[in-house]
């Protein structure tokens, strides 16, 4: 069997439907596909198509174009005109390249010259399963969208809670209160404790005090953890303090730049045999901008990262979603939680808290990853887009499909970051994007 029909098992069916009416071709797509893990079904017929969805749902449909009953084009109209559209591919001859051009213009995603071969075939299809993931996880948060406009959370909502803490001007004060406390060595309770159990497991000799190997093993953990933590002070009081230094780079550019993160955390994600699926949305718009420290932006996202791949099951996809909209680009991060102690993803009454320091919603942490667990990783990640000008979220979102898996719940850490368009670059104050106010042109006209 090929490695690449070794997919994962993924949040919706491995299913396929493949309406082909040549015996000969439907056998030898039978053949390949009976030593994969897919599901699948070979009709030769437009109409025994359309009855096999009636009966069961297909989220990738091959299509001949020559169809004894229909034309290979009428059938993908009406399979685009299904409430959830599949991912369609067609399966033609090579003489029919300038049909399938015209074909591309009624929205399939690929195509497959006959005679296929197996490696492509399955490369197609596992990459045409994975863009039906993320299509369904992007009608998921418009859907979800909805239902939050409807509860009255939107941007005057954070804004006002923002207010009530009185804003960076008290993050201030407490990083810097806190930072202070942990780096004179006060605050940890466990590094209390062992010195006591030092004084009352230790041997008193001659030359001092004879300690326990165990114990000063221990002792050295724990400091490792307190250095971790002062340095995350530090990074924290840093960003809070300095005045951004941001570039301006095109939405293409910025997707350049997660897909060089996300290859760079291939390894980590090994750790849980987890990967990643990176929407194209945006990835070719060259005529808006997001202003950026690159650095900083790039340990935001990793943290966003590092936490999906903590608190998701082993074996998940974690998905990430460009959208670049009218004013700001939305980049989501989503997941597939474990559960946790009987909690499933984020209860909307944490939403807010788990930006806080030293808020965790789950009480266990997986020590694979070697990070620090003090709940500031993603206090970290907030503190670098609002200095971006931008915004942070976390919350739930529910399978709108209803499947055979429906109502699972996938955690959204969605960030937004503001979009500048060229015309308007030269009015944008680059050391406080926030407080930027683009003026509105009035076109040349008489006086």
């Known amino acids: 069997m090929s490695d690449v029909s070794k997919r994962r098992t993924g949040k919706y069916p491995q299913r396929i439907l493949i309406v082909e009416d040549d015996p000969i071709t439907g056998r030898v797509l039978e053949s390949i596909l009976e030593r994969s893990h897919y599901e699948f079904r070979i009709v030769p017929t437009a109409e025994e198509a359309m009855v096999a969805i009636d009966n069961s749902f297909f989220p990738v449909i091959v299509v001949d174009l020559h169809l004894p009953d229909s034309s290979g084009q009428d059938l993908i109209q009406q399979l685009n005109e299904q409430p959830v559209p599949p991912i369609i591919l067609v399966h033609t001859v090579e003489q029919d390249r300038e049909r399938i051009i015209e074909t591309m213009k009624l929205g399939i995603y690929d195509y497959l010259i006959k005679p296929v071969s197996e490696g492509d075939l399955f490369n197609r299809l596992e990459k045409s399963l994975e863009v039906f993931e993320l299509r369904q996880m992007q009608r998921d948060l418009e859907k979800e969208r909805e239902i939050r406009v409807r509860k009255q959370l939107s941007w005057n909502l954070w804004k006002e809670t923002l207010i009530f803490r009185n804003g ?7 990083f810097g209160n806190l930072h202070t406390i942990v780096s ?28 326990p190997d165990a114990l000063v093993n221990m002792l050295i953990e724990n400091s490792h953890s307190a250095e971790q933590a002062i340095r995350r002070f530090q990074s924290i009081n840093t960003i809070l303090r300095t005045p951004p230094e941001l570039q301006p780079l095109t939405v293409a550019e910025f997707y350049d730049e997660v897909e060089f993160i996300l290859d760079d955390m291939k390894e980590m994600a090994a ?16 005529d808006r ?80 990853f070697a990070t620090l667990d003090y709940g500031l990783g993603l206090t970290f990640a907030d503190k670098i887009v609002r200095k971006h000008g931008g915004r942070i979220r976390a919350f739930n979102v529910k399978d709108h499909l209803n499947l055979e898996r429906g109502g699972q719940v996938r955690v959204n850490v969605q960030t937004e970051i503001p979009l500048i368009s060229e015309k308007d670059l030269a009015q944008v104050n680059l050391q406080d994007p926030a407080r930027t106010i683009i003026q509105p042109r009035v076109p040349a006209g008489p006086v």
Do not use: W
């Open 271 to 286: 750790l849980k045999n987890q990967s990643f699926a990176l929407s194209s949305g945006g990835k070719d718009e060259k």
């Open 168 to 174: 960076d001007r008290f993050d201030q004060s407490l």
């Open 289 to 368: 901008y997001v202003l950026i420290e690159r650095d900083t932006l790039r340990e935001a996202i990793q943290e966003i990262m590092i936490n999906a791949m903590k608190f998701s099951r082993e074996g998940s996809s974690i998905l990430i979603l460009f959208k670049p909209l009218v004013e700001t680009l939305e980049f989501s991060i989503v997941s597939e939680p474990t559960e946790n102690h009987g909690v499933v993803g984020i209860p909307e009454q944490y939403e807010t808290a788990i930006f806080e320091p030293f808020y965790r919603v789950g009480r266990t942490v997986d020590e694979r």
């Open 184 to 211: 004179q060595g006060r605050g940890f309770g466990m590094l209390v404790s062992m010195v006591r159990d030092m004084q009352m497991m230790g041997q008193q000799t001659d030359d001092g005090l004879l300690i």
